[in-house]
T-cell receptor, first 113, second 111 residues
């Protein structure tokens, strides 16, 4: 069964550094998402991406965040200057269309020290 | 009113018992609904979509009540492996295409 893959599985970075989290969505899917989950808290929407542009973003997704689909297969989330409170599990997801269920990757655990 | 609400639990249920959770949503225009399960420190995994007429998948039954704006999940003959957090997910499909997760209901199946 096709799956969403994310790398790295764990990223440790110092406050103020830039990080790039990578995702390869399922190949025939058209909608891509980033979510995050702080330990013990709910899954929070960050951004959705369709047709090579952001279709929606949450209040969390401020100027420090950006997404890119550079080559038709990878979907990346960049955090320009990480803060301690960015420490969380970041999940990438994709779906076939806007109404179908999301398929999640295994997540990247980001630790900002 | 929060967009998607769930009883956080935990529900502590003996193995073999039947357990049910509800989830309420605030946007009457919501169009699609899902139940996901999430194991500790893992990604959410799709358990089942919820259809208007209700649907069943083995021991799991999902129902949608549009009038009262809730969905439910029933687990029959619960197994130890059913222990997880169950997430209610609502797709509003408005112009913002927003998919909202509930905080989840924790289920512990007791041997």
């Amino acid at each position: 069964e096709p799956e969403v893959t994310q790398t790295p599985s764990h990223q440790v970075t110092q406050m103020g550094q830039e990080v790039i989290l990578r995702c390869v969505p399922i190949s025939n899917h058209l909608y891509f998402y980033w979510y995050r989950q702080i330990l013990g808290q709910k899954v929070e929407f960050l951004v959705s991406f369709y047709n090579n542009e952001i279709s929606e973003k949450s209040e969390i997704f401020d100027d420090q965040f950006s997404v890119e689909r550079p080559d038709g297969s990878n979907f990346t989330l960049k955090i320009r200057s990480t803060k301690l409170e960015d420490s969380a599990m970041y999940f990438c997801a994709s779906s076939e269309n806007g109404n179908s269920p999301l398929h999640f990757g295994n997540g990247t655990r980001l630790t900002v020290t | 009113r929060k967009e998607v609400e769930q009883d956080p639990g935990p529900f502590n249920v003996p193995e073999g018992a039947t357990v049910a959770f509800n989830c309420t949503y605030s946007n009457s225009a919501s169009q699609s609904f899902f139940w996901y399960r999430q194991d500790c420190r893992k990604e959410p995994k799709l358990l089942m979509s919820v259809y208007s007429s209700g649907n069943e998948d083995g021991r799991f039954t999902a129902q949608l009540n549009r009038a009262s704006q809730y969905i439910s999940l029933l687990i029959r003959d619960s197994k130890l492996s059913d222990s997880a957090t169950y997430l209610c997910v609502v797709n509003n499909m408005n112009r913002d295409d927003k998919i909202i997760f509930g905080k989840g209901t924790r289920l512990h199946i007791l041997p």
